[in-house]
C-alpha cells in the first residue's frame, strides 16, 4: 500500500489559516487521498477527499499537488475546536477498500 | 438518527476473561468494521463486514472475533483477554464498502489487567 508522510506536529494561531501538508510520493492512478480528524477523546471524524483537482467543503480544502505526489489540507480560519489529530490517508476506491491510518499530524491551536 | 453506538464505553477485565464489545448503527449502512487504537498510534483495522452474514480480517485479527447476524449490529468478541488488547476500540460504518465517508462511534476504553 503507498504510505503518507506527515510532519508530527504543528501550531498556529487562532483566526488565522492554517495548511497543513502530506506527502505521498508512491501514489497510484487509483488512490484518492482522504483526510480524517480525531478531536480529544473522540472517533475519527472524516474531513474531506479528492483525486486530481482541488477539493472545497464546508470544513476545509484540499489543494492536490499537480504530479500528486503531495497534497494540503487547508483550514481557513482556525478555531480552538479544530485542535485535533489530522489523518491523511491513501485509499483505493472499490470494493473492499480500507482505511489505513498513520500516526498524522497534531494541530494546536493558541487562542 | 443515532449514528454509530457503541458500549460500553469503559472497560476493565482480567486476564484471560471474555466480553463482547457492541456496536450498532441505525443508518442502514452495509459496510462496518472495527478498529483498535494503541497510545500514540493510529488506528488499525481488526475486522470488517461487507453486509449481513459477511466478515473478513482486517490488519490485526489475532484474539477477536466477529459476526454480522444483522445489518445493525456488529459485535467484537475478545474470547480470552491479554493485557496487550489495552485498547481503545472504534466501530465505523458506511453505506457500502466504498462509499467515501466513513462514520465513527465514539470508542470503547478496554483495560486488561
Known amino acids: 500500500d503507498a504510505k503518507t508522510t506527515q510532519p508530527n506536529s504543528m501550531e498556529s494561531n487562532e483566526e488565522e489559516p492554517v495548511h497543513l501538508p502530506c506527502n505521498h510520493s508512491?501514489?497510484?492512478?487509483?488512490?484518492?487521498i482522504h483526510w480524517y480528524r480525531q478531536l480529544p477523546s473522540q472517533g475519527p471524524e472524516y474531513v474531506i477527499h479528492?483525486?486530481?483537482s482541488n477539493v472545497n467543503n464546508r470544513m476545509a480544502s484540499l489543494a492536490i499537488a499537480e504530479d500528486r505526489k503531495s497534497s494540503t489540507l487547508i483550514l481557513h480560519r482556525a478555531t480552538l475546536r479544530d485542535a485535533a489529530v489530522y489523518y491523511c490517508?491513501?485509499?483505493?476506491?472499490?470494493?473492499?477498500?480500507?482505511?489505513?491510518f498513520g500516526k498524522g499530524i497534531t494541530l494546536s491551536v493558541r487562542p | 438518527n443515532a449514528g454509530v453506538t457503541q458500549t460500553p464505553k469503559f472497560q476493565v477485565l482480567k486476564t484471560g476473561q471474555s466480553m463482547t464489545l457492541q456496536c450498532a448503527q441505525d443508518?442502514?449502512?452495509?459496510?462496518m468494521s472495527w478498529y483498535r487504537q494503541d497510545p500514540g498510534m493510529g488506528l488499525r483495522l481488526i475486522h470488517y463486514?461487507?453486509?449481513?452474514?459477511?466478515?473478513d480480517q482486517g490488519e490485526v485479527p489475532n484474539g477477536y472475533n466477529v459476526s454480522r447476524s444483522t445489518t445493525e449490529d456488529f459485535p467484537l468478541r475478545l474470547l480470552s483477554a491479554a493485557p496487550s488488547q489495552t485498547s481503545v476500540y472504534f466501530c465505523?460504518?458506511?453505506?457500502?464498502?466504498?462509499?467515501?465517508?466513513?462514520?465513527f462511534g465514539p470508542g470503547t476504553r478496554l483495560t486488561v489487567l
Open positions: 479528492g483525486l486530481t
Open positions: 463486514s461487507v453486509g449481513a452474514g459477511i466478515t
Open positions: 490517508i491513501l485509499r483505493v476506491t472499490g470494493a473492499n477498500s480500507k482505511l489505513t
Open positions: 443508518m442502514n449502512h452495509e459496510y
Open positions: 508512491t501514489i497510484s492512478g487509483t488512490d484518492y
Open positions: 465505523a460504518s458506511s453505506p457500502t464498502s466504498f462509499y467515501n465517508e466513513q462514520f
